[in-house]
Each structure stands twice: as C-alpha cells, then as structure tokens.
C-alpha cells in the first residue's frame, strides 16, 4: 500500500472540476485556522491577562491557513487575509 501525502496549500490536486463547481452552490469559505484564530481573540476579552499568548495562538492559527479551499477553490474570508495581516 502506498502512504498518502496531502497536497501542500494552494494546490489545486484535489480540487474539483469546473464544470462539476458550476453545478452547486458554494458557501463562503472560513477556514478551521482562522475559525479557531477568530476564537483565540474573542477569548482575549475574557482572559485579558492572557492576551499576549492568545494573540500569538491566533496568528499561528491564521498562519496555517490554507488560504483556498482544497476542494472548491474557494477563497477565505477571515478579515485578517484581506486586511493584509
């Protein structure tokens, strides 16, 4: 059996076809990264004393961001990627 290796960011391997893309509808895309980053921060105001540490989970987090969704293509909304952070 041959192991598997994931396609790195951006790669478009996995991605499906664009005449099977314009058959559905596709929903905005949030990735997992920025989601648990987005977290990271709201839970700043209820940890103030911690802000600094949460602040550095969350832009690693939005650091893994793959950016494009692997499969649709589609691209993330975080406001920390088109704010240019």
Not at 20 to 42: K, M, N, Q, V
Not at 47 to 59: I, S, V, Y
Not at 61 to 77: E, F, L, P, S
């Amino acid at each position: 059996m041959t192991d598997w290796t994931p396609p790195p960011p951006g790669n478009p391997r996995e991605q499906l076809p664009d005449n099977i893309l314009a058959l559905i509808d596709i929903p905005l895309y949030l990735s997992t990264a920025c989601e648990a980053a987005g977290r990271l921060t709201e839970a700043i105001e209820i940890h103030p004393g911690r802000a600094d540490e949460l602040r550095q989970w969350a832009d690693r987090m939005h650091a893994h961001c793959r950016i494009n969704n692997k499969y649709t293509g589609q691209i993330c909304q975080c406001p920390h990627h088109r704010a240019g952070a």
